[in-house]
């Protein structure tokens, strides 16, 4: 749970997340949710802090001696790698013109200097090679120094003098302690000994890929296969590789993504498309230089002790961050840290902010605790706001404690902070940690008190309390108290609507697209949501795009992808970690058509997601590998990111969308198509048991359709049944998801029945399709 997030979970009805291809199926729609101590206390000295560790180390290695075949730039190449990667800083080891014992030696002291870290700290282990370089039977090496004869060694030859760049140099580092890898060469991908090319002969270097269970690897090689590398044109001091590579790393915000995209273009255009640099590996989350932030610059420094109202829920991390910005406009990090060291309450808690940060400091999350405290017990209240939330949510690599983290909401309430106010209200409203269980009446008191100082969140605060109060009515069959709290709910939304409450603008939006109360009005449902993406809120650009995304009857009818991409663009563009995989999804299904470019970015999309934990992703790259579908067919890849997406399976929150079971029965699914049908021999054969029980049979799976309470709104569900060998009905999960991820209620009849249908099919030893096919359709008939 994100530390400073302002809206919770929202239940909302259906919506399309993405289409499942499977034996027997074809479409798989779900609904979308978008939820959303004393102050006296003496504080503690500051003792131990350990400052945060990020490590960036390279080995650089540039040759150009070849006695028969030289080379001209290699060794400028690697100095000027050198350089820029200092100036990211990178800690790093140049390597010229070495032997096969000298580059031997350097990668055993690097691998060592890698080693030497805890097993905390975060390495980010970079190697480049400039010069020649050959593949010879599936195996690409690097050529030393004093190599002679280069087009008429034979393979004993190279496997004696030359470096694999694969066993000797990859799988070092995917077995080494590093976190990260960045493996860059600029030699040649084709090569019959040119003049003025880099390598040797061969078709093009091999495809290299690091051991399944390293760490993530991005690998990016000066040409595509069947292309030479160009060692510069005359009179040039670097190669075109070098050239686009150490620009693009000199780039604020220079992502992996972002590096090679730039890379490629100009290498392509200088050479006039005779050269096109390629990459292997995983986009995985890095930026060799950050994106500056420019500082917000203000008439006056307004003092925050002498304003203590909150308008409206306040950000922690967004809010208080801008105001850092403003304060370091006219004032020095040293300045405030004088401040704070001195007393000042504000200026404690703006150095709190700045170390959670890392702005003029080194970022830490010791120190960010200490000095919000520092400043909460002097009685500011949003520091007294903000170290509850670290306490609450267990923000800072701090284990959450409930309790005193709902007791500092309190002592800021006190303090007529509206936001704790808020926190408080949510804790009652939806029975969390921190309280004896669900309260509404102090839900209400609290929302009612933030009210009554102004916070323009309060009102949608309310319109949620009796959104829960509509719903307890229609559980308990009281139409009448459902209509009337269904209707304080639409007044107060609409009253924090027209006061700019993008939250309010956005839950008015999903009543008119669901029909909750009001009539499905998809035109006014669309003017809500614009209004409310206008205003900032991003779960309104996600909802509109798979508004526009859906084709079915509850939606537009008739997609408009193109609609659907430019809100799936602006919710990436605001920092949303779904809207990039919902445009994969559209690419990937054909929703939108696709181009070497799109396909492109769909499987980027992908793989950054990946590395952010995502599951779905993984299966759905899985997929693509598998099915040849974006991109060519590669059994290892589809293997490698099934295996990847099991993995995940134990990081996945299990109210998260990643947490759907059918993405990782498709994961499992993919895992036994690659073994059974492809022939592929397992990475882990250990697995195959787990997996062949998972799966089951090989007559796919059925979907049927079963209605669920979501709030106030009835609602479709799609279930899926199929054969596998695991004593639990594989519908369980399935229903278990729909109640945590979308708070929604599977009637219990509907939940038995499956489960009786399910243990009748094992006692005996019938099909639990075709046996729930069959009692269905008995059903429907008597009806």
Same mark, same amino acid.
């Given at each position: 749970?994100?530390?400073?997030?302002?809206?919770?979970?929202?239940?909302?009805?259906?919506?399309?997340?993405?289409?499942?291809?499977?034996?027997?199926?074809?479409? *798989?729609?779900?609904?979308?949710?978008?939820?959303?101590?004393?102050?006296?206390?003496?504080?503690?000295?500051?003792?131990?802090?350990?400052?945060?560790?990020?490590?960036?180390?390279?080995?650089?290695?540039?040759?150009?001696? $070849?006695?028969?075949?030289?080379?001209?730039?290699?060794?400028?190449?690697?100095?000027?790698?050198?350089?820029?990667?200092?100036?990211?800083?990178?800690?790093?080891?140049?390597?010229?013109?070495?032997?096969?014992?000298?580059?031997?030696?350097?990668?055993?002291?690097?691998?060592?200097?890698?080693?030497?870290?805890?097993?905390?700290?975060?390495?980010?282990?970079?190697?480049?090679?400039?010069?020649?370089?050959?593949?010879?039977?599936?195996? !690409? $090496?690097?050529?030393?120094?004093?190599?002679?004869?280069?087009?008429?060694?034979?393979?004993?030859?190279?496997?004696?003098?030359?470096?694999?760049?694969?066993?000797?140099?990859?799988?070092?580092?995917?077995?080494?302690?590093?976190?990260?890898?960045?493996?860059?060469?600029?030699?040649?991908?084709?090569?019959?000994?040119?003049?003025?090319?880099?390598?040797?002969?061969?078709?093009?270097?091999?495809?290299?890929?690091?051991?399944?269970?390293?760490?993530?690897?991005?690998?990016?090689?000066?040409?595509?296969?069947?292309?030479?590398?160009?060692?510069?044109?005359?009179?040039?001091?670097?190669?075109?590789?070098?050239?686009?590579?150490?620009?693009?790393?000199?780039?604020?915000?220079?992502?992996?993504?972002?590096?090679?995209? #730039?890379?490629?273009?100009?290498?392509? !255009?200088?050479?006039?498309?005779?050269?096109?640099?390629?990459?292997?590996?995983?986009?995985?989350?890095?930026?060799?230089?950050?994106?500056?932030?420019?500082?917000?610059?203000?008439?006056?420094?307004?003092?925050?002790?002498?304003?203590?109202?909150?308008?409206?829920?306040?950000?922690?991390?967004?809010?208080?961050?801008?105001?850092?910005?403003?304060?370091?406009?006219?004032?020095?990090?040293?300045?405030?840290?004088?401040?704070?060291?001195?007393?000042?309450?504000?200026?404690?808690?703006?150095? /709190?902010?700045?170390?959670?940060?890392?702005?003029?400091?080194?970022?830490?999350?010791?120190?960010?605790?200490?000095?919000?405290?520092?400043?909460?017990?002097?009685?500011?209240?949003?520091?007294?706001?903000?170290?509850? #939330?670290?306490?609450?949510?267990?923000?800072?690599?701090?284990?959450?404690?409930?309790?005193?983290?709902?007791?500092?909401?309190?002592?800021?309430?006190?303090?007529?902070?509206?936001?704790?106010?808020?926190?408080?209200?949510?804790?009652? *409203?939806?029975?969390?940690?921190?309280?004896? @269980?669900?309260?509404?009446?102090?839900?209400?008191?609290?929302?009612?008190?933030?009210?009554?100082? @102004?916070?323009?969140?309060?009102?949608?605060?309310?319109?949620?309390?009796?959104?829960?109060?509509?719903?307890?009515?229609?559980?308990?069959?009281?139409?009448?108290?459902?209509?009337?709290?269904?209707?304080?709910?639409?007044?107060?939304?609409?009253?924090?609507?027209?006061?700019?409450?993008?939250?309010?603008?956005?839950?008015?939006?999903?009543?008119?697209?669901?029909?909750?109360?009001?009539?499905?009005?998809?035109?006014?449902?669309?003017?809500?949501?614009?209004?409310?993406?206008?205003?900032?809120?991003?779960?309104?650009?996600?909802?509109?795009?798979?508004?526009?995304?859906?084709?079915?009857?509850?939606?537009? /009818?008739?997609?408009?992808?193109?609609?659907?991409?430019?809100?799936?663009?602006?919710?990436?563009?605001?920092?949303?970690?779904?809207?990039?995989?919902?445009?994969?999804?559209?690419?990937?299904?054909?929703?939108?058509?696709?181009?070497?470019?799109?396909?492109?970015?769909?499987?980027?999309?992908?793989?950054?997601?990946?590395?952010?934990?995502?599951?779905?992703?993984?299966?759905?790259?899985?997929?693509? $590998?598998?099915?040849?579908?974006?991109?060519?067919?590669?059994?290892?890849?589809?293997?490698?990111?099934?295996?990847?997406?099991?993995?995940?399976?134990?990081?996945?929150?299990?109210?998260?969308?990643?947490?759907?079971?059918?993405?990782?029965?498709?994961?499992?699914?993919?895992?036994?198509?690659?073994?059974?049908?492809?022939?592929?021999?397992?990475?882990?054969?250990?697995?195959?048991?787990?997996?062949?029980?998972?799966?089951?049979?090989?007559?796919?799976?059925?979907?049927?359709?079963?209605?669920?309470?979501?709030?106030?709104?009835?609602?479709?569900?799609?279930?899926?049944?199929?054969?596998?060998?695991?004593?639990?009905?594989?519908?369980?999960?399935?229903?278990?998801?729909?109640?945590?991820?979308? /708070?929604?209620?599977?009637?219990?009849?509907?939940?038995?029945?499956?489960?009786?249908?399910?243990?009748?099919?094992?006692?005996?030893?019938?099909?639990?399709?075709?046996?729930?096919?069959?009692?269905?359709?008995?059903?429907?008939?008597?009806?």
């Amino acid at each position: 749970m994100p530390l400073f997030s302002a809206r919770k979970l929202k239940l909302t009805p259906l919506a399309l997340v993405f289409c499942l291809t499977t034996s027997g199926v074809s479409t *798989l729609l779900l609904p979308i949710t978008i939820e959303q101590s004393q102050a006296t206390e003496a504080t503690p000295p500051l003792t131990g802090v350990k400052q945060s560790s990020s490590k960036r180390l390279a080995l650089v290695v540039g040759v150009d001696d $070849y006695p028969e075949d030289p080379l001209k730039l290699p060794v400028n190449d690697a100095k000027l790698v050198e350089a820029r990667l200092k100036s990211a800083g990178f800690e790093v080891t140049l390597v010229i013109n070495p032997t096969k014992g000298d580059l031997t030696k350097a990668r055993d002291e690097f691998i060592k200097k890698i080693n030497s870290y805890s097993p905390g700290d975060k390495v980010t282990a970079l190697f480049f090679f400039a010069g020649h370089g050959v593949q010879i039977d599936g195996h !690409n $090496y690097l050529i030393p120094a004093k190599f002679k004869r280069l087009s008429e060694s034979s393979k004993a030859v190279f496997i004696d003098q030359a470096m694999d760049a694969q066993q000797g140099i990859l799988n070092y580092l995917s077995e080494s302690k590093a976190s990260q890898v960045i493996f860059v060469l600029d030699a040649c991908r084709d090569n019959p000994v040119n003049p003025g090319h880099r390598g040797s002969r061969g078709s093009g270097l091999a495809k290299m890929s690091p051991t399944s269970d390293g760490p993530d690897t991005f690998i990016l090689f000066a040409a595509s296969p069947g292309q030479v590398a160009i060692d510069g044109v005359a009179g040039a001091s670097n190669s075109p590789f070098t050239q686009a590579f150490t620009k693009a790393i000199s780039q604020p915000g220079s992502s992996l993504t972002t590096v090679f995209q #730039q890379v490629y273009e100009q290498v392509k !255009n200088s050479t006039n498309g005779e050269q096109r640099p390629y990459q292997e590996g995983i986009l995985f989350n890095f930026q060799f230089l950050e994106t500056p932030v420019a500082p917000i610059l203000v008439s006056e420094q307004t003092r925050l002790l002498d304003t203590g109202l909150e308008k409206r829920q306040y950000d922690i991390v967004k809010d208080g961050y801008r105001l850092l910005k403003q304060t370091l406009a006219k004032k020095s990090i040293a300045d405030i840290t004088k401040a704070a060291e001195n007393g000042d309450a504000e200026a404690q808690y703006l150095l /709190g902010i700045a170390y959670n940060a890392g702005e003029g400091v080194t970022a830490n999350p010791e120190r960010t605790a200490y000095w919000l405290r520092r400043s909460a017990t002097r009685g500011f209240s949003r520091a007294q706001f903000a170290y509850g #939330q670290r306490l609450y949510w267990g923000w800072g690599e701090t284990t959450p404690n409930k309790k005193e983290g709902f007791d500092w909401w309190l002592v800021a309430a006190e303090n007529n902070n509206a936001s704790a106010m808020l926190a408080i209200g949510e804790t009652y *409203l939806y029975g969390r940690e921190g309280v004896p @269980g669900q309260d509404l009446a102090q839900a209400e008191k609290y929302f009612n008190q933030a009210l009554s100082i @102004g916070a323009l969140d309060a009102e949608t605060s309310l319109g949620r309390l009796y959104t829960e109060k509509a719903k307890k009515a229609q559980i308990a069959g009281d139409k009448k108290t459902s209509g009337q709290a269904s209707e304080k709910k639409l007044a107060y939304f609409q009253n924090a609507a027209q006061k700019g409450s993008s939250d309010a603008m956005y839950l008015l939006a999903q009543m008119y697209r669901y029909g909750d109360y009001v009539k499905v009005d998809l035109s006014k449902a669309i003017e809500w949501y614009k209004k409310s993406i206008t205003a900032g809120d991003n779960d309104a650009a996600v909802e509109l795009a798979q508004l526009y995304a859906d084709e079915s009857t509850t939606g537009l /009818g008739k997609a408009q992808p193109e609609e659907a991409a430019k809100y799936f663009r602006i919710a990436i563009n605001r920092g949303s970690k779904t809207a990039g995989v919902e445009l994969a999804d559209l690419i990937r299904n054909g929703k939108i058509k696709a181009t070497p470019q799109t396909s492109q970015e769909a499987i980027q999309i992908y793989q950054q997601a990946v590395v952010g934990g995502s599951l779905r992703a993984a299966t759905h790259l899985s997929d693509i $590998y598998l099915k040849g579908q974006l991109a060519a067919k590669d059994l290892k890849k589809a293997e490698q990111y099934a295996l990847k997406a099991l993995d995940l399976e134990k990081t996945t929150k299990p109210d998260s969308e990643d947490a759907w079971p059918m993405y990782l029965q498709t994961a499992y699914s993919n895992l036994l198509r690659l073994y059974k049908e492809e022939k592929l021999q397992p990475a882990k054969p250990q697995l195959l048991k787990t997996i062949e029980n998972r799966v089951g049979s090989t007559s796919g799976m059925k979907r049927f359709t079963v209605s669920i309470n979501c709030g106030t709104v009835k609602s479709p569900f799609h279930i899926y049944v199929w054969d596998w060998k695991l004593d639990e009905s594989p519908t369980n999960a399935q229903f278990t998801w729909v109640e945590k991820a979308r /708070g929604c209620e599977v009637p219990k009849d509907v939940v038995e029945s499956f489960q009786k249908l399910y243990k009748i099919a094992r006692d005996n030893n019938v099909s639990f399709q075709e046996l729930t096919v069959y009692a269905l359709g008995e059903a429907n008939k008597k009806k």
